[in-house]
Every structure is written in C-alpha cells, then in structure tokens.
C-alpha cells in the first residue's frame, strides 16, 4: 500500500473485553513496531517486529498484551481484559529494513484511539 | 537509558518568522536522529532523519543538525506559515529501531 494502514481508527470497549487492533504496514518493508501515546505522555514503545526473528516485546506493559505478525506482513495487538489505564492511541509504524546500524526511516499509521470505558 | 528532552514545550508565533527546536539526548551512541510532525488526532508524519555520520539535513524550508557530542540536534523552519502548526517531535534511534521520543513542541504559527 502507499502507507502504513491501521484499521480501527476509533475503538470504544468496555473494561474487561478484548480487543484487536490491526496494521498494515508499507509493502517490502521488514520492520514493524507499535508504540503507545497516553494523553498527556510522550511515545511509548511497545513491540518491535523484524523478518523472521523473534520479535523484541520488552515494551509491552503487562501480560495482557500480545501482538503477532502474519507472514511478515500484517501485525495484530491485542489487548486483553481491558482496563482504563489502556486508553491510548496506538501507533504502527514500519521501515524498510531494521536492526542496529541501519539507517532507515520510520513512517507511521493514522494511529487507532482505544478508549475503555 | 536515553532520555530525549524538547525545548520549548510550546511556541507561538507570527506567520513569517523564522524559528528553532531544540532536542537533546543523553546518550550520544545513536544511530540516527528521526523529526515528525504531529496533527491533531492525527499519526506521525516523518519530516527529516539525520544519519549519525551527518551533521544535517535539508528539506524545503527545513533543516535539521546534528551535534552527537552534545547530545543536541535543532529543527529550523524558515519563513513559518500557519500550516506549520502541529506538534513536533524528534526521536533517537538507539539501535534495532526503538526510537525514543521526547514529548514534543507545540507549535503555532498566526496569520
């Protein structure tokens, strides 16, 4: 595609179900990443995705978050047994080749706006 | 840890000046330097990346440095117009593409 798609933009759930987030990164691009903007906070980094290495979840804030990626391509978060403090909007974000000493650029999604109420 | 700090949280100015944003990293041993832009509600829209070897970049009206001894780099926009409102933010990229954020320069341009 010509740019990173996540899909839903908006996602209002109730405390306690699951939800999915989905992105679709930017076409031949290995690497994938998700972060976090809280209201108010800055980016949080989440989970990093490369080829077909083990993805690198040391973001991830507790163990009700999980996120996997298709094929190398389309990633899902999802977000387990939701709770308020997950109100964020969750930003995808790929680039063309990833690990240490590679200097690429990162292009971002539109981002989805989870709110648990 | 890196830590990556913006000055000012928030500017505002008239439509035509010319102005500087500053971000500052604590530690030197990046491997890039990424700015954005940020609308309301909206994703990142990636602006500049400095590789570590260079010193700047230019895009249009803006120009990005690089200082990693100082752990600093700036974003210049020239002649500011009301379109260049948008929160900016610049990361550190600190190897294997965690990039770490600061929090951001509120930016806005008056007519």
């Known amino acids: 595609g010509a740019g990173v798609s996540q899909s839903p933009s908006n996602k209002v759930t109730e405390k306690g179900k699951d939800v999915e987030l989905r992105c679709d990164p930017i076409?031949?691009?290995?690497?994938l990443y998700w972060y976090r903007q809280s209201l108010g906070q800055g980016l949080e980094f989440l989970i990093y995705?490369?080829?077909?290495?083990?993805?690198?979840k040391s973001g991830l804030p507790s163990d009700r978050f999980s996120a996997e990626r298709t094929g190398g391509s389309v990633s899902t978060l999802t977000i387990q047994r939701t709770q308020q403090e997950d109100s964020a909007v969750y930003l995808c974000a790929s680039s063309r080749f990833g690990g240490p000493n590679m200097n690429t650029e990162a292009f971002f999604g539109q981002g989805t706006r989870l709110t648990v109420v | 840890k890196q830590e990556v700090t913006q000055i000012p949280a928030a500017l505002s100015v008239p439509e035509g000046e010319n102005l500087v944003l500053n971000c500052s990293f604590t530690d030197s041993a990046i491997y890039n330097l990424q700015w954005f832009r940020q609308d309301p509600g909206k994703g990142l829209t990636s602006l500049l990346l400095i590789q570590s070897s260079q010193r700047e970049q230019t895009s249009g009206r803006l120009n990005a440095s690089l200082d990693k001894s100082s752990g600093r780099s700036t974003l210049y926009i020239a002649a500011s117009q009301p379109g260049d409102s948008a929160t900016y933010l610049c990361?550190?990229?600190?190897?294997?593409?965690?990039?770490?954020f600061g929090t951001g320069t509120r930016l806005l341009v008056s007519p």
């Open positions: 995705f490369q080829g077909n290495s083990a993805p690198d």
């Open positions: 076409s031949g691009h290995t690497a």
């Open positions: 990361a550190a990229n600190t190897g294997f593409q965690k990039l770490v």
